[in-house]
């Protein structure tokens, strides 16, 4: 298939370092941007101790304890290095060639032939004060053959990594030794971790066809700057763009912008149009943080951190509604806009009062609008986007399972609760909102409960 129209050829990728495993072919064509130096894979795979002297003796920061072996997938690690651009807020350039160097963590088939040509680059979320793949999901990864790359941005991820194992990353630095602390230097750090992607350097030399940068939250709105204001002064690396749980940009650039939000980020009834170039999507029920991430972290944490944190939320956290269904789907849309021309489909947005702040809802509290997966159109709890309490509670939404006499009510027959879930699925994946294998995993849940109802 050929690249996208707005994709730049011919990127030679400087690749550096004993510890580069394989070359990639350089192109006739002169190269687009600065080519960052590769050094890796670095050596160290859990369970190694971080405590030790030696880099072979450590492992990534929280290195997935998902089977990727199992699925035909290896985890790497790479230092990215070079001169970055500086850039405010407001895209005014403060800084020119300023050294830095960082690390990328790769999550890729292990072989060619199980690539789907596609590869997810995440700008890590550093939110909680340390590096967290906030999109990463290695069933949804693996079942398409996307290649997923996290990219350390920021300055908080990058000095916790630096304190939490010298040996593997003291010589980290993304603020020009101290001169910019405010992430000025993230925007072109992410730029040409890109590159190191395209070339095929930090991916086994596999060369993807395309590209996507992915953000959630905080990263959305870092990327929302790079792709608002720092972009219209570069030359393009990213083929489309993913905002997920956060802002979105408001230029109409030549990239396809695809912005997916939780029940949680939908605040007002005031929103962007969809257009040719840009599609936002709105998830009733869902969470900006729910149960699937945190259960996921939760054993990271304790191995990597020494403890998983603890919330006292006001009401029952962690909506169960499956938001990474959404973005798997969504991931799979903007993959085909770029490559094809093929726009997503329009979703229903979420359903607001009068006063365009307070959010309808029906006789049970769920959230009226929106995409509605199986989980909000056949309950079996409360889940919603809305919490309160300490710390993040706001963002964990709330899931309070329904009593009996409420299950009896609603499915008073037995088959009732199955037949609800498999009409809801079944024109989820019709409209384009799910993927067929999701819908199969939620038929698999209803059958494990749906049997006594």
């Known amino acids: 298939m050929s690249p996208s129209p707005w994709r730049r050829l011919g990127l030679v990728a400087a690749v550096l370092g004993l510890l580069v495993p394989t070359s990639v072919p350089a192109s006739a064509s002169a190269p687009a941007g600065p080519a960052p130096r590769v050094v ?42 070079g001169a970055a651009d500086g850039w405010a807020g407001n895209g005014t350039k403060v800084a020119t060639g300023v050294p830095y160097a960082t690390r990328v963590v790769v999550r890729r088939p292990a072989h060619a032939r199980d ?19 906030a999109l990463w999901n290695a069933e949804s990864v693996v079942r398409a053959g996307y290649a997923w790359v996290g990219v350390s941005a920021q300055r908080v991820g990058v000095d916790q990594l630096r304190a939490w194992s010298p040996a593997r990353y003291g010589g980290l630095d993304v603020t020009g030794g101290g001169r910019f602390t405010a992430d000025e230097l993230s925007y072109d750090v992410f730029t040409q971790a890109g590159r190191a992607v395209e070339s095929g350097a930090v ?23 790079l792709y608002d204001r720092v972009l219209p002064q570069q030359q393009p690396v990213f083929d489309g763009y993913g905002f997920v749980v956060g802002t979105a940009p408001t230029r ?35 969470a900006h943080s729910g149960y699937e991430g945190q259960a996921y972290r939760v054993p990271i944490s304790e191995r990597d951190l020494g403890d998983a944190p603890q919330y006292d939320c006001d009401r029952p956290p962690f909506s169960r509604v499956p938001m990474h269904h959404v973005t798997a789907a969504a991931y799979d849309h903007l993959r085909r806009w770029v490559e094809r ?44 986007g809305d919490n309160t309490g300490e710390t993040f509670c ?21 088959g009732d609760y199955l037949h609800q879930v498999v009409t809801a699925d079944v024109a989820n994946v019709h409209a384009g909102y799910l993927l067929p294998a999701d819908a199969r995993q939620n038929l698999a849940d209803a059958l494990a409960v749906g049997g006594r109802r």
């Open 341 to 384: 021309g093929t726009p997503p489909p329009t979703a229903r947005p979420l359903e607001f009062e009068p006063d365009g702040v307070t959010k309808k809802r029906d006789a049970l509290g769920l959230a009226l609008g929106g995409i509605r997966l199986s989980q909000v159109t056949a309950p079996r709890a409360l889940n919603t």
């Open 203 to 225: 991916t086994g030399g596999l060369r993807p066809r395309t590209v996507l940068a992915i953000g959630a939250s905080q990263s959305a709105a870092r990327m929302t700057v």
């Open 40 to 81: 890796g894979p670095l050596p160290g795979t859990v369970p190694g101790d971080r405590l030790a002297d030696r880099i072979e003796d450590t492992y990534p920061f929280f290195s997935t304890p998902d089977d990727l072996a199992a699925a035909g997938y290896v985890e790497q690690e790479f230092h990215v290095s």
């Open 394 to 414: 706001r963002l964990f939404g709330t899931h309070v399972p329904f009593d009996a006499a409420t299950l009896a009510r609603l499915y008073p027959h037995r």
């Open 252 to 286: 109409a650039g030549a990239e396809p912008v695809f912005q997916v939000q939780s029940e949680t980020d939908v605040r007002s009834a005031t929103r962007p149009a969809d257009t040719d170039r840009f599609r936002r999507w709105e998830v009733a029920g869902a």
């Open 115 to 133: 690539f789907n040509g596609t590869a997810l680059v995440e700008w890590q979320n550093v939110t909680a004060g340390y590096d967290l793949d």
